[in-house]
Protein backbone atom coordinates (compact mmCIF):
# COMPACT_ATOMS: atom_id res chain seq x y z
CA UNK A 1 0.00 0.00 0.00
CA UNK A 2 1.35 3.47 -1.04
CA UNK A 3 2.07 5.71 2.37
CA UNK A 4 0.77 9.11 1.26
CA UNK A 5 2.20 12.54 2.69
CA UNK A 6 0.54 13.60 6.45
CA UNK A 7 -0.95 17.08 4.76
CA UNK A 8 -4.06 17.37 6.62
CA UNK A 9 -5.93 16.74 3.41
CA UNK A 10 -5.69 12.90 3.54
CA UNK A 11 -9.48 12.29 4.02
CA UNK A 12 -10.43 9.15 1.87
CA UNK A 13 -6.82 9.14 -0.30
CA UNK A 14 -5.41 5.49 0.57
CA UNK A 15 -9.21 4.50 -1.14
CA UNK A 16 -8.90 3.71 -4.97
CA UNK A 17 -10.46 6.00 -7.29
CA UNK A 18 -13.82 4.76 -8.66
CA UNK A 19 -14.26 3.21 -12.10
CA UNK A 20 -16.46 4.79 -14.66
CA UNK A 21 -17.56 1.35 -15.07
CA UNK A 22 -18.41 1.01 -11.04
CA UNK A 23 -20.06 4.03 -11.85
CA UNK A 24 -22.24 2.54 -14.77
CA UNK A 25 -23.31 -0.39 -12.57
CA UNK A 26 -24.75 2.23 -9.95
CA UNK A 27 -26.17 3.84 -12.53
CA UNK A 28 -28.03 0.33 -14.39
CA UNK A 29 -29.24 -0.35 -10.94
CA UNK A 30 -31.09 2.77 -10.29
CA UNK A 31 -32.67 2.57 -13.90
CA UNK A 32 -33.60 -1.22 -12.84
CA UNK A 33 -35.34 -0.02 -10.14
CA UNK A 34 -37.56 2.38 -12.29
CA UNK A 35 -38.28 -0.45 -14.58
CA UNK A 36 -35.29 0.33 -17.55
CA UNK A 37 -32.89 -2.69 -18.13
CA UNK A 38 -30.00 -1.60 -20.11
CA UNK A 39 -26.29 -2.25 -19.36
CA UNK A 40 -23.13 -0.30 -20.13
CA UNK A 41 -22.78 2.56 -22.61
CA UNK A 42 -26.74 2.30 -22.63
CA UNK A 43 -27.45 2.82 -19.05
CA UNK A 44 -25.56 6.09 -19.44
CA UNK A 45 -27.05 7.13 -22.50
CA UNK A 46 -30.76 6.54 -20.73
CA UNK A 47 -29.48 9.73 -18.84
CA UNK A 48 -28.29 11.67 -21.41
CA UNK A 49 -30.28 14.79 -23.05
CA UNK A 50 -30.42 15.77 -27.06
CA UNK A 51 -29.69 18.97 -27.77
CA UNK A 52 -30.07 20.50 -31.44
CA UNK A 53 -27.63 20.24 -34.21
CA UNK A 54 -27.47 16.20 -33.33
CA UNK A 55 -25.74 17.47 -30.41
CA UNK A 56 -26.19 15.56 -26.79
CA UNK A 57 -25.04 16.32 -23.11
CA UNK A 58 -24.27 13.24 -21.04
CA UNK A 59 -24.44 12.73 -16.85
CA UNK A 60 -20.68 12.23 -16.73
CA UNK A 61 -17.78 13.73 -18.23
CA UNK A 62 -14.04 12.56 -17.29
CA UNK A 63 -11.15 13.08 -18.36
CA UNK A 64 -11.29 10.89 -21.27
CA UNK A 65 -13.62 13.36 -22.74
CA UNK A 66 -10.94 16.45 -22.57
CA UNK A 67 -10.41 17.92 -26.07
CA UNK A 68 -6.58 18.29 -27.01
CA UNK A 69 -4.68 21.59 -28.24
CA UNK A 70 -8.18 22.99 -28.89
CA UNK A 71 -8.62 25.56 -25.96
CA UNK A 72 -5.23 27.59 -25.99
CA UNK A 73 -4.67 29.89 -23.55
CA UNK A 74 -6.43 33.73 -22.96
CA UNK A 75 -5.26 35.95 -25.41
CA UNK A 76 -3.91 33.78 -27.84
CA UNK A 77 -5.30 32.24 -31.03
CA UNK A 78 -7.67 30.08 -30.86
CA UNK A 79 -8.97 32.38 -28.33
CA UNK A 80 -11.08 30.26 -27.24
CA UNK A 81 -10.50 31.01 -23.22
CA UNK A 82 -10.35 34.94 -23.86
CA UNK A 83 -10.21 37.32 -26.70
CA UNK A 84 -7.68 39.62 -23.84
CA UNK A 85 -5.02 37.62 -22.07
CA UNK A 86 -6.00 39.35 -18.64
CA UNK A 87 -9.82 38.55 -19.53
CA UNK A 88 -11.98 41.05 -17.99
CA UNK A 89 -10.74 41.30 -14.72
CA UNK A 90 -9.24 44.78 -14.88
CA UNK A 91 -13.09 46.00 -14.55
CA UNK A 92 -15.54 43.73 -15.97
CA UNK A 93 -17.33 43.23 -18.87
CA UNK A 94 -18.79 46.54 -20.72
CA UNK A 95 -22.44 46.62 -19.61
CA UNK A 96 -24.49 48.39 -22.25
CA UNK A 97 -27.64 49.03 -22.07
CA UNK A 98 -30.68 49.59 -24.62
CA UNK A 99 -32.57 52.22 -26.09
CA UNK A 100 -35.13 51.84 -28.40
CA UNK A 101 -37.65 54.86 -27.88
CA UNK A 102 -38.44 57.33 -30.06
CA UNK A 103 -38.21 60.57 -28.03
CA UNK A 104 -34.58 62.18 -27.77
CA UNK A 105 -35.42 63.69 -24.78
CA UNK A 106 -36.75 60.97 -22.86
CA UNK A 107 -33.87 58.89 -24.22
CA UNK A 108 -31.07 61.20 -22.62
CA UNK A 109 -33.08 60.85 -19.21
CA UNK A 110 -32.90 56.84 -19.36
CA UNK A 111 -29.09 57.59 -20.79
CA UNK A 112 -27.86 59.80 -18.33
CA UNK A 113 -29.56 57.63 -15.18
CA UNK A 114 -28.24 54.17 -17.29
CA UNK A 115 -24.79 56.03 -17.03
CA UNK A 116 -25.06 57.51 -13.34
CA UNK A 117 -25.76 54.17 -12.22
CA UNK A 118 -23.72 51.57 -13.51
CA UNK A 119 -24.09 51.47 -16.79
CA UNK A 120 -20.91 51.41 -18.93
CA UNK A 121 -21.99 51.76 -22.90
CA UNK A 122 -24.71 52.77 -24.59
CA UNK A 123 -27.01 50.99 -27.04
CA UNK A 124 -29.14 53.01 -29.03
CA UNK A 125 -32.05 52.57 -31.99
CA UNK A 126 -31.46 55.38 -34.35
CA UNK A 127 -33.82 55.91 -37.54
CA UNK A 128 -37.57 54.86 -38.54
CA UNK A 129 -37.84 52.59 -35.42
CA UNK A 130 -35.97 54.38 -33.19
CA UNK A 131 -35.05 57.99 -32.44
CA UNK A 132 -35.19 60.09 -35.63
CA UNK A 133 -30.80 60.78 -37.04
CA UNK A 134 -31.41 64.29 -35.99
CA UNK A 135 -32.23 63.54 -32.29
CA UNK A 136 -29.04 61.87 -31.48
CA UNK A 137 -27.24 64.67 -30.28
CA UNK A 138 -30.26 65.31 -28.19
CA UNK A 139 -30.12 61.80 -26.59
CA UNK A 140 -26.60 62.53 -26.25
CA UNK A 141 -26.36 65.78 -24.49
CA UNK A 142 -24.87 64.88 -21.37
CA UNK A 143 -22.78 61.84 -22.16
CA UNK A 144 -18.93 62.39 -22.00
CA UNK A 145 -18.22 60.15 -25.52
CA UNK A 146 -14.73 59.70 -24.67
CA UNK A 147 -16.01 57.70 -21.74
CA UNK A 148 -19.03 56.32 -22.53
CA UNK A 149 -18.70 53.66 -26.09
CA UNK A 150 -21.87 54.33 -28.13
CA UNK A 151 -23.10 51.41 -30.55
CA UNK A 152 -25.47 52.52 -32.73
CA UNK A 153 -28.42 50.07 -34.37
CA UNK A 154 -29.69 51.94 -37.56
CA UNK A 155 -30.95 49.83 -40.21
CA UNK A 156 -31.10 50.95 -43.87
CA UNK A 157 -30.24 54.10 -42.33
CA UNK A 158 -27.05 53.59 -40.51
CA UNK A 159 -24.84 55.44 -42.83
CA UNK A 160 -26.58 59.05 -41.83
CA UNK A 161 -26.63 58.03 -38.70
CA UNK A 162 -23.24 57.04 -38.63
CA UNK A 163 -22.08 59.81 -39.85
CA UNK A 164 -24.37 62.05 -37.35
CA UNK A 165 -22.56 60.63 -34.20
CA UNK A 166 -18.82 61.39 -36.25
CA UNK A 167 -20.07 64.79 -36.24
CA UNK A 168 -21.36 65.04 -32.50
CA UNK A 169 -17.57 63.62 -31.63
CA UNK A 170 -16.13 66.09 -33.95
CA UNK A 171 -18.27 69.10 -32.30
CA UNK A 172 -17.37 68.29 -29.31
CA UNK A 173 -13.79 67.76 -28.98
CA UNK A 174 -13.17 63.81 -28.23
CA UNK A 175 -10.01 62.82 -29.04
CA UNK A 176 -9.99 60.73 -32.20
CA UNK A 177 -7.99 57.84 -30.15
CA UNK A 178 -10.12 57.73 -27.59
CA UNK A 179 -13.77 57.54 -29.25
CA UNK A 180 -14.85 54.00 -28.57
CA UNK A 181 -18.06 52.29 -29.59
CA UNK A 182 -19.79 50.86 -33.44
CA UNK A 183 -21.30 52.42 -35.52
CA UNK A 184 -23.13 49.69 -36.71
CA UNK A 185 -22.76 49.24 -40.12
CA UNK A 186 -25.02 45.83 -40.93
CA UNK A 187 -26.18 45.48 -44.48
CA UNK A 188 -27.10 41.69 -44.35
CA UNK A 189 -28.47 41.88 -41.05
CA UNK A 190 -30.80 44.36 -41.85
CA UNK A 191 -31.33 42.16 -45.39
CA UNK A 192 -32.27 39.26 -42.84
CA UNK A 193 -34.72 41.49 -40.86
CA UNK A 194 -36.49 42.86 -43.84
CA UNK A 195 -36.47 41.38 -46.90
CA UNK A 196 -34.47 44.37 -48.56
CA UNK A 197 -30.78 44.56 -49.28
CA UNK A 198 -29.33 47.39 -48.55
CA UNK A 199 -27.01 49.66 -49.65
CA UNK A 200 -22.95 48.17 -48.59
CA UNK A 201 -21.27 51.18 -49.93
CA UNK A 202 -21.84 53.58 -46.64
CA UNK A 203 -19.87 50.19 -44.43
CA UNK A 204 -17.42 50.61 -47.00
CA UNK A 205 -16.72 54.06 -46.68
CA UNK A 206 -17.43 53.76 -42.89
CA UNK A 207 -14.57 51.41 -42.81
CA UNK A 208 -12.17 53.38 -44.35
CA UNK A 209 -12.92 56.28 -42.37
CA UNK A 210 -12.43 54.68 -38.73
CA UNK A 211 -9.17 52.84 -39.86
CA UNK A 212 -7.38 56.13 -41.19
CA UNK A 213 -9.08 58.30 -38.66
CA UNK A 214 -11.32 56.92 -35.61
CA UNK A 215 -8.44 53.54 -34.86
CA UNK A 216 -11.04 53.11 -31.29
CA UNK A 217 -14.60 52.57 -33.62
CA UNK A 218 -15.69 49.64 -35.54
CA UNK A 219 -17.86 50.27 -38.38
CA UNK A 220 -19.62 47.08 -38.75
CA UNK A 221 -21.48 44.93 -36.53
CA UNK A 222 -22.04 41.28 -37.46
CA UNK A 223 -25.40 40.86 -35.68
CA UNK A 224 -26.63 37.30 -35.26
CA UNK A 225 -30.01 38.09 -33.38
CA UNK A 226 -32.22 38.04 -36.45
CA UNK A 227 -31.27 34.33 -36.83
CA UNK A 228 -31.82 33.53 -33.47
CA UNK A 229 -34.74 35.59 -32.81
CA UNK A 230 -36.19 33.87 -35.86
CA UNK A 231 -35.85 30.22 -34.17
CA UNK A 232 -31.89 29.30 -34.84
CA UNK A 233 -30.00 26.91 -33.20
CA UNK A 234 -27.02 27.39 -31.35
CA UNK A 235 -24.80 25.99 -33.91
CA UNK A 236 -26.95 28.12 -36.71
CA UNK A 237 -26.47 30.77 -35.22
CA UNK A 238 -23.09 30.62 -34.95
CA UNK A 239 -22.94 29.51 -39.09
CA UNK A 240 -25.02 32.45 -39.91
CA UNK A 241 -22.78 35.20 -38.02
CA UNK A 242 -19.57 33.32 -39.46
CA UNK A 243 -21.08 33.61 -42.91
CA UNK A 244 -21.82 37.41 -42.22
CA UNK A 245 -18.92 38.31 -41.29
CA UNK A 246 -16.71 36.21 -44.29
CA UNK A 247 -19.04 38.60 -46.52
CA UNK A 248 -17.94 41.85 -45.01
CA UNK A 249 -14.58 40.56 -44.95
CA UNK A 250 -14.39 40.01 -48.69
CA UNK A 251 -16.92 43.67 -49.40
CA UNK A 252 -13.68 45.30 -47.34
CA UNK A 253 -10.71 43.84 -48.63
CA UNK A 254 -11.77 43.93 -52.37
CA UNK A 255 -12.43 47.55 -51.36
CA UNK A 256 -8.56 47.83 -49.95
CA UNK A 257 -8.63 47.18 -46.63
CA UNK A 258 -5.65 44.80 -45.59
CA UNK A 259 -7.52 41.78 -44.05
CA UNK A 260 -6.17 42.41 -40.45
CA UNK A 261 -7.61 46.15 -40.55
CA UNK A 262 -10.69 44.44 -42.03
CA UNK A 263 -11.15 41.99 -39.13
CA UNK A 264 -11.16 44.97 -36.39
CA UNK A 265 -13.93 46.77 -38.44
CA UNK A 266 -16.48 44.05 -36.68
CA UNK A 267 -17.60 43.63 -33.85
CA UNK A 268 -20.10 40.02 -33.33
CA UNK A 269 -23.19 40.57 -31.41
CA UNK A 270 -24.91 36.82 -30.20
CA UNK A 271 -27.81 35.89 -28.07
CA UNK A 272 -27.56 34.70 -24.25
CA UNK A 273 -29.72 32.76 -23.24
CA UNK A 274 -31.32 30.79 -19.84
CA UNK A 275 -29.26 27.82 -21.05
CA UNK A 276 -25.93 28.73 -19.41
CA UNK A 277 -23.87 25.86 -20.20
CA UNK A 278 -24.60 26.49 -24.02
CA UNK A 279 -24.14 30.41 -23.86
CA UNK A 280 -20.76 29.64 -22.50
CA UNK A 281 -19.43 27.08 -25.10
CA UNK A 282 -20.91 29.30 -27.49
CA UNK A 283 -19.45 32.40 -27.08
CA UNK A 284 -15.88 29.90 -26.62
CA UNK A 285 -16.68 28.00 -30.02
CA UNK A 286 -17.66 31.36 -31.70
CA UNK A 287 -14.05 32.89 -30.81
CA UNK A 288 -12.30 29.49 -32.13
CA UNK A 289 -14.37 29.77 -35.31
CA UNK A 290 -13.33 33.53 -36.08
CA UNK A 291 -9.50 32.91 -35.27
CA UNK A 292 -9.72 30.14 -37.67
CA UNK A 293 -10.94 32.26 -40.24
CA UNK A 294 -8.88 34.96 -39.54
CA UNK A 295 -5.78 32.38 -39.96
CA UNK A 296 -7.07 31.45 -43.36
CA UNK A 297 -6.79 34.99 -44.83
CA UNK A 298 -3.51 35.71 -43.22
CA UNK A 299 -4.43 38.06 -40.62
CA UNK A 300 -3.94 35.08 -37.82
CA UNK A 301 -2.97 38.12 -35.35
CA UNK A 302 -6.41 39.73 -35.76
CA UNK A 303 -8.34 36.55 -35.26
CA UNK A 304 -9.47 37.87 -31.85
CA UNK A 305 -13.12 38.22 -32.08
CA UNK A 306 -15.02 41.56 -30.25
CA UNK A 307 -18.09 39.98 -29.04
CA UNK A 308 -21.39 41.54 -27.67
CA UNK A 309 -24.09 39.51 -26.28
CA UNK A 310 -27.50 40.13 -26.03
CA UNK A 311 -29.88 38.02 -23.00
CA UNK A 312 -32.33 36.55 -25.46
CA UNK A 313 -35.65 37.84 -26.24
CA UNK A 314 -36.95 34.32 -27.45
CA UNK A 315 -37.08 33.27 -23.73
CA UNK A 316 -39.05 36.21 -22.72
CA UNK A 317 -42.18 35.63 -21.52
CA UNK A 318 -45.41 38.13 -21.58
CA UNK A 319 -47.09 35.92 -18.47
CA UNK A 320 -45.33 36.29 -15.38
CA UNK A 321 -43.05 38.76 -16.53
CA UNK A 322 -41.11 38.29 -13.25
CA UNK A 323 -39.74 35.68 -14.09
CA UNK A 324 -37.74 36.93 -16.97
CA UNK A 325 -35.83 38.34 -14.22
CA UNK A 326 -34.08 35.05 -13.37
CA UNK A 327 -33.84 34.22 -17.07
CA UNK A 328 -31.76 37.51 -17.70
CA UNK A 329 -29.87 37.08 -14.67
CA UNK A 330 -28.46 33.16 -15.54
CA UNK A 331 -28.22 34.32 -19.36
CA UNK A 332 -26.11 37.09 -18.25
CA UNK A 333 -23.67 35.19 -15.66
CA UNK A 334 -23.44 32.55 -19.08
CA UNK A 335 -22.04 35.70 -21.14
CA UNK A 336 -19.56 36.39 -18.32
CA UNK A 337 -18.34 33.68 -17.67
CA UNK A 338 -18.50 33.14 -22.07
CA UNK A 339 -16.17 35.38 -22.14
CA UNK A 340 -18.23 38.24 -23.96
CA UNK A 341 -16.98 41.63 -23.55
CA UNK A 342 -20.13 43.66 -23.70
CA UNK A 343 -23.26 42.35 -21.91
CA UNK A 344 -27.04 43.91 -22.84
CA UNK A 345 -29.25 42.66 -20.83
CA UNK A 346 -32.84 43.59 -21.46
CA UNK A 347 -35.01 44.76 -18.97
CA UNK A 348 -37.92 41.66 -18.06
CA UNK A 349 -40.77 44.04 -19.29
CA UNK A 350 -39.55 44.16 -22.72
CA UNK A 351 -41.98 41.99 -24.27
CA UNK A 352 -44.68 44.31 -23.09
CA UNK A 353 -43.22 47.72 -24.03
CA UNK A 354 -40.98 50.26 -23.26
CA UNK A 355 -39.34 49.18 -19.91
CA UNK A 356 -39.97 51.77 -16.73
CA UNK A 357 -37.18 52.90 -14.94
CA UNK A 358 -37.49 49.98 -11.97
CA UNK A 359 -37.27 47.46 -14.89
CA UNK A 360 -34.48 49.53 -16.49
CA UNK A 361 -32.37 49.54 -12.96
CA UNK A 362 -32.89 45.47 -12.61
CA UNK A 363 -31.73 44.93 -15.69
CA UNK A 364 -28.33 46.95 -14.99
CA UNK A 365 -28.34 45.34 -11.76
CA UNK A 366 -28.01 42.39 -12.82
CA UNK A 367 -24.39 42.89 -14.45
CA UNK A 368 -23.21 44.99 -10.95
CA UNK A 369 -24.48 42.07 -8.81
CA UNK A 370 -22.61 39.40 -10.61
CA UNK A 371 -19.74 41.70 -11.26
CA UNK A 372 -19.44 43.67 -7.69
CA UNK A 373 -20.77 40.95 -5.35
CA UNK A 374 -20.13 37.57 -7.37
CA UNK A 375 -16.85 38.73 -8.49
CA UNK A 376 -17.27 37.01 -11.54
CA UNK A 377 -14.68 38.47 -13.48
CA UNK A 378 -12.00 38.18 -11.13
CA UNK A 379 -10.95 34.63 -12.63
CA UNK A 380 -10.15 34.15 -16.55
CA UNK A 381 -11.84 31.59 -18.12
CA UNK A 382 -14.09 30.07 -15.19
CA UNK A 383 -15.28 27.62 -17.43
CA UNK A 384 -12.14 26.37 -18.26
CA UNK A 385 -10.63 22.65 -18.11
CA UNK A 386 -14.91 21.67 -17.42
CA UNK A 387 -14.53 18.21 -19.83
CA UNK A 388 -18.06 19.15 -20.05
CA UNK A 389 -18.05 22.58 -21.23
CA UNK A 390 -14.79 22.06 -23.50
CA UNK A 391 -16.04 18.64 -25.16
CA UNK A 392 -19.14 20.87 -25.73
CA UNK A 393 -17.35 23.52 -27.31
CA UNK A 394 -15.78 21.35 -29.34
CA UNK A 395 -18.95 19.92 -30.62
CA UNK A 396 -20.62 23.26 -31.36
CA UNK A 397 -17.90 24.69 -32.99
CA UNK A 398 -17.78 21.50 -35.46
CA UNK A 399 -21.44 21.71 -35.63
CA UNK A 400 -21.26 25.67 -36.45
CA UNK A 401 -18.52 25.24 -39.02
CA UNK A 402 -20.87 22.44 -41.05
CA UNK A 403 -23.82 25.20 -41.18
CA UNK A 404 -21.21 27.86 -42.43
CA UNK A 405 -20.26 25.52 -45.03
CA UNK A 406 -23.62 25.02 -45.96
CA UNK A 407 -23.94 28.72 -46.48
CA UNK A 408 -20.66 28.86 -48.14
CA UNK A 409 -21.93 26.44 -50.74
CA UNK A 410 -25.04 28.16 -51.60
CA UNK A 411 -23.01 31.44 -52.49
CA UNK A 412 -22.58 33.31 -49.05
CA UNK A 413 -24.97 34.75 -46.63
CA UNK A 414 -26.62 37.21 -49.32
CA UNK A 415 -27.70 34.20 -51.55
CA UNK A 416 -28.62 32.10 -48.77
CA UNK A 417 -30.91 34.78 -47.44
CA UNK A 418 -32.56 35.33 -50.91
CA UNK A 419 -32.74 31.75 -52.30
CA UNK A 420 -34.39 30.61 -48.76
CA UNK A 421 -32.17 28.53 -47.68
CA UNK A 422 -31.83 30.26 -44.45
CA UNK A 423 -35.30 30.57 -43.46
CA UNK A 424 -36.45 26.72 -44.36
CA UNK A 425 -33.48 25.82 -42.06
CA UNK A 426 -34.40 27.85 -39.37
CA UNK A 427 -37.77 27.13 -39.68
CA UNK A 428 -37.16 23.25 -39.85
CA UNK A 429 -35.02 24.24 -36.09
CA UNK A 430 -37.99 25.86 -34.87
CA UNK A 431 -41.10 23.53 -35.56
CA UNK A 432 -38.82 20.95 -34.17
CA UNK A 433 -38.99 22.69 -30.63
CA UNK A 434 -41.90 24.12 -31.33
CA UNK A 435 -43.31 20.53 -30.73
CA UNK A 436 -41.22 20.17 -27.41
CA UNK A 437 -42.52 23.30 -26.31
CA UNK A 438 -46.02 21.67 -27.15
CA UNK A 439 -45.11 18.79 -25.15
CA UNK A 440 -43.77 20.98 -22.35
CA UNK A 441 -40.68 18.84 -22.62
CA UNK A 442 -39.37 22.40 -22.86
CA UNK A 443 -41.49 23.68 -19.65
CA UNK A 444 -41.67 27.56 -19.43
CA UNK A 445 -42.45 28.43 -15.60
CA UNK A 446 -45.15 30.95 -15.21
CA UNK A 447 -46.24 29.96 -18.54
CA UNK A 448 -46.75 26.15 -19.25
CA UNK A 449 -45.72 25.56 -15.87
CA UNK A 450 -47.26 27.14 -12.59
CA UNK A 451 -49.01 29.58 -14.46
CA UNK A 452 -51.28 32.06 -12.43
CA UNK A 453 -54.34 32.96 -14.02
CA UNK A 454 -55.23 35.68 -11.64
CA UNK A 455 -52.04 37.60 -12.23
CA UNK A 456 -52.34 41.41 -12.95
CA UNK A 457 -51.59 42.62 -16.26
CA UNK A 458 -47.91 44.23 -16.42
CA UNK A 459 -48.74 47.42 -18.81
CA UNK A 460 -46.05 49.19 -20.12
CA UNK A 461 -46.08 52.62 -23.27
CA UNK A 462 -45.95 50.49 -26.76
CA UNK A 463 -42.25 49.96 -27.98
CA UNK A 464 -41.52 50.79 -31.48
CA UNK A 465 -42.67 48.86 -34.20
CA UNK A 466 -40.15 46.37 -35.38
CA UNK A 467 -38.58 46.27 -38.72
CA UNK A 468 -40.44 43.38 -40.60
CA UNK A 469 -40.58 41.39 -44.04
CA UNK A 470 -37.83 39.20 -43.76
CA UNK A 471 -37.25 36.39 -41.44
CA UNK A 472 -39.73 35.97 -38.93
CA UNK A 473 -39.58 36.53 -35.14
CA UNK A 474 -40.49 34.29 -32.48
CA UNK A 475 -41.17 33.19 -29.12
CA UNK A 476 -41.07 30.18 -26.72
CA UNK A 477 -44.61 31.22 -25.43
CA UNK A 478 -46.19 32.05 -28.57
CA UNK A 479 -48.66 29.15 -28.56
CA UNK A 480 -49.59 29.57 -25.22
CA UNK A 481 -50.18 33.10 -25.32
CA UNK A 482 -52.36 32.83 -28.06
CA UNK A 483 -54.36 30.62 -26.17
CA UNK A 484 -54.24 32.80 -22.81
CA UNK A 485 -55.45 35.70 -25.17
CA UNK A 486 -58.01 34.36 -26.09
CA UNK A 487 -59.54 33.21 -22.65
CA UNK A 488 -58.93 37.07 -21.92
CA UNK A 489 -61.53 37.84 -24.40
CA UNK A 490 -63.90 35.42 -23.54
CA UNK A 491 -63.39 37.11 -19.94
CA UNK A 492 -63.78 40.76 -21.02
CA UNK A 493 -67.10 39.25 -22.97
CA UNK A 494 -68.81 37.24 -20.62
CA UNK A 495 -67.25 37.98 -17.40
CA UNK A 496 -65.59 34.57 -16.83
CA UNK A 497 -63.35 32.90 -17.76
CA UNK A 498 -63.64 28.77 -19.83
CA UNK A 499 -63.92 26.33 -16.85
CA UNK A 500 -63.06 22.88 -16.51
CA UNK A 501 -64.40 20.66 -13.40
CA UNK A 502 -61.98 18.51 -11.60
CA UNK A 503 -63.49 15.31 -11.11
CA UNK A 504 -60.84 14.51 -8.15
CA UNK A 505 -61.79 11.11 -7.09
CA UNK A 506 -60.75 9.64 -3.89
CA UNK A 507 -58.67 10.12 -0.67
CA UNK A 508 -56.24 13.23 -1.10
CA UNK A 509 -53.79 10.65 -1.67
CA UNK A 510 -55.49 9.62 -4.76
CA UNK A 511 -55.89 12.33 -6.53
CA UNK A 512 -53.79 14.87 -5.69
CA UNK A 513 -50.71 14.13 -8.28
CA UNK A 514 -53.17 14.04 -11.17
CA UNK A 515 -55.36 16.99 -9.81
CA UNK A 516 -52.49 19.18 -10.05
CA UNK A 517 -51.19 18.02 -13.05
CA UNK A 518 -54.31 18.82 -14.86
CA UNK A 519 -55.04 22.19 -12.91
CA UNK A 520 -51.63 23.17 -14.37
CA UNK A 521 -52.26 22.11 -17.99
CA UNK A 522 -55.68 23.80 -18.11
CA UNK A 523 -54.64 27.21 -16.67
CA UNK A 524 -51.10 27.16 -19.62
CA UNK A 525 -54.49 27.75 -21.65
CA UNK A 526 -56.41 29.97 -19.72
CA UNK A 527 -59.26 27.48 -18.40
CA UNK A 528 -59.68 27.93 -15.09
CA UNK A 529 -60.04 24.25 -13.15
CA UNK A 530 -62.71 24.09 -10.70
CA UNK A 531 -61.54 21.38 -8.11
CA UNK A 532 -64.05 20.04 -5.78
CA UNK A 533 -62.35 16.91 -3.69
CA UNK A 534 -65.78 14.43 -4.26
CA UNK A 535 -66.43 10.91 -2.79
CA UNK A 536 -66.32 8.22 -5.63
CA UNK A 537 -70.04 8.46 -5.65
CA UNK A 538 -70.80 8.82 -9.30
CA UNK A 539 -73.85 11.16 -8.68
CA UNK A 540 -72.41 13.24 -6.23
CA UNK A 541 -69.86 13.98 -8.85
CA UNK A 542 -72.67 14.83 -11.28
CA UNK A 543 -73.82 17.36 -8.85
CA UNK A 544 -70.73 18.84 -7.90
CA UNK A 545 -69.90 19.01 -11.82
CA UNK A 546 -73.93 20.56 -12.25
CA UNK A 547 -72.94 23.26 -9.54
CA UNK A 548 -69.61 23.74 -11.09
CA UNK A 549 -70.48 26.43 -14.29
CA UNK A 550 -68.55 24.47 -16.03
CA UNK A 551 -69.25 22.27 -19.04
CA UNK A 552 -66.14 20.12 -19.58
CA UNK A 553 -64.68 17.80 -17.30
CA UNK A 554 -61.76 16.27 -16.35
CA UNK A 555 -61.52 12.81 -14.09
CA UNK A 556 -58.52 12.98 -11.37
CA UNK A 557 -56.89 9.88 -9.09
CA UNK A 558 -55.29 6.87 -9.34
CA UNK A 559 -54.87 3.90 -11.79
CA UNK A 560 -56.88 1.89 -9.01
CA UNK A 561 -59.57 4.03 -8.87
CA UNK A 562 -59.99 4.41 -12.63
CA UNK A 563 -60.11 0.63 -13.26
CA UNK A 564 -63.26 0.57 -10.03
CA UNK A 565 -65.05 3.95 -11.09
CA UNK A 566 -64.10 6.16 -13.87
CA UNK A 567 -66.68 4.20 -16.28
CA UNK A 568 -69.58 5.16 -14.19
CA UNK A 569 -68.29 8.63 -13.00
CA UNK A 570 -67.64 9.52 -16.96
CA UNK A 571 -71.18 8.34 -17.95
CA UNK A 572 -72.88 10.33 -15.01
CA UNK A 573 -70.95 14.00 -16.02
CA UNK A 574 -72.09 13.12 -19.78
CA UNK A 575 -75.89 12.50 -17.83
CA UNK A 576 -75.08 16.02 -16.24
CA UNK A 577 -74.09 17.71 -19.38
CA UNK A 578 -70.46 17.71 -19.81
CA UNK A 579 -69.64 18.40 -23.67
CA UNK A 580 -66.25 16.47 -23.19
CA UNK A 581 -65.21 14.54 -20.59
CA UNK A 582 -60.67 14.20 -20.49
CA UNK A 583 -59.10 11.33 -17.85
CA UNK A 584 -55.73 12.76 -16.53
CA UNK A 585 -53.78 9.54 -16.71
CA UNK A 586 -52.95 6.57 -19.00
CA UNK A 587 -55.46 5.89 -21.64
CA UNK A 588 -58.07 3.14 -20.88
CA UNK A 589 -61.17 1.69 -22.29
CA UNK A 590 -63.98 3.91 -20.61
CA UNK A 591 -66.43 4.42 -23.39
CA UNK A 592 -67.49 8.19 -22.38
CA UNK A 593 -63.87 9.43 -21.59
CA UNK A 594 -63.05 11.66 -24.84
CA UNK A 595 -59.60 12.11 -24.18
CA UNK A 596 -56.73 11.45 -22.12
CA UNK A 597 -53.77 13.84 -20.92
CA UNK A 598 -50.90 12.81 -19.49
CA UNK A 599 -46.96 14.41 -18.95
CA UNK A 600 -45.18 14.31 -23.04
CA UNK A 601 -48.60 14.77 -24.43
CA UNK A 602 -49.24 17.70 -26.85
CA UNK A 603 -50.65 20.23 -24.38
CA UNK A 604 -51.03 23.07 -26.78
CA UNK A 605 -53.45 20.75 -29.02
CA UNK A 606 -55.40 19.92 -26.28
CA UNK A 607 -56.05 23.21 -24.86
CA UNK A 608 -56.82 24.26 -28.62
CA UNK A 609 -59.73 21.45 -28.75
CA UNK A 610 -61.34 22.60 -25.35
CA UNK A 611 -61.13 26.32 -26.34
CA UNK A 612 -62.75 25.62 -29.42
CA UNK A 613 -65.59 23.03 -27.75
CA UNK A 614 -66.51 25.73 -25.72
CA UNK A 615 -66.35 28.05 -28.34
CA UNK A 616 -64.07 30.90 -27.00
CA UNK A 617 -62.50 32.41 -30.27
Same mark, same amino acid.
Request: glycine content about 10%; aromatic content about 6%; overall charge negative.
Given at each position: MTVLPDDGLSLAAQFPDATHEQWQRLVEGVLRKSGKEV?????????? +???? *???? +???????? *????????? $?????????? !???????????VRQRHTGTDP &????????? *????? +????????????????????? @?????????PVSLEAGAEYGAAARELLRIHEERGTPRAEARGTLGADPLGYEARSGRPADTADAVALARETVSRWPGLRAL?????????????????????????????????????????????????????? *?????????????? @???????? #????????????????????? !???PWVNMLRTTVACLGAGVGGADAVTVLPFDDALGLPDAFSRRIARNTSTILLEESHLARVIDPAGGSWYVERLTDELAHAGWEFFRTIEKAGGQGAALRSGLVHERLAATWAERSRALA???? $?? +????????????????? /?? /?? $?????? $?????????????? !??? &?????????????LAA?? /??????? !???????????????????????????????? &???????? #?? #? %? %???????? &????????????????????????? /????AYVSAGGDAVAVLTSVLESLGVS
Amino acid at each position: MTVLPDDGLSLAAQFPDATHEQWQRLVEGVLRKSGKEVSGDAAEEALS +TTLD *DGLG +TRPLYTAR *DAVAGASGY $PGFAPYVRGS !RPEGATPGGWDVRQRHTGTDP &ARTREAVLA *DLENG +TTSLWLTVGSHGIPVSGIATA @LDGVYLDLAPVSLEAGAEYGAAARELLRIHEERGTPRAEARGTLGADPLGYEARSGRPADTADAVALARETVSRWPGLRALAVDALPYHEAGASAAQELGASLATGVAYLRLLTDAGLSAADACGQLEFRYAATA *DQFLTVAKLRAARR @LWARVAEV #CGAPGAGAQRQHAVTSSVMMS !RRDPWVNMLRTTVACLGAGVGGADAVTVLPFDDALGLPDAFSRRIARNTSTILLEESHLARVIDPAGGSWYVERLTDELAHAGWEFFRTIEKAGGQGAALRSGLVHERLAATWAERSRALARRRE $PI +TGVSEFPDLAERTVARD /PA /PA $PVTGGL $PRVRRDEAYEALRA !RSD &AHLAATGARPKVFLAALG /PAAAHTA !RATFASNLFQAGGVEPVHDPVSVDAATVAGAF &AASGASVA #CL #C %S %SDALYAEE &AQAVAAALKAAGASRVFLAGRPGEY /PDVDAYVSAGGDAVAVLTSVLESLGVS
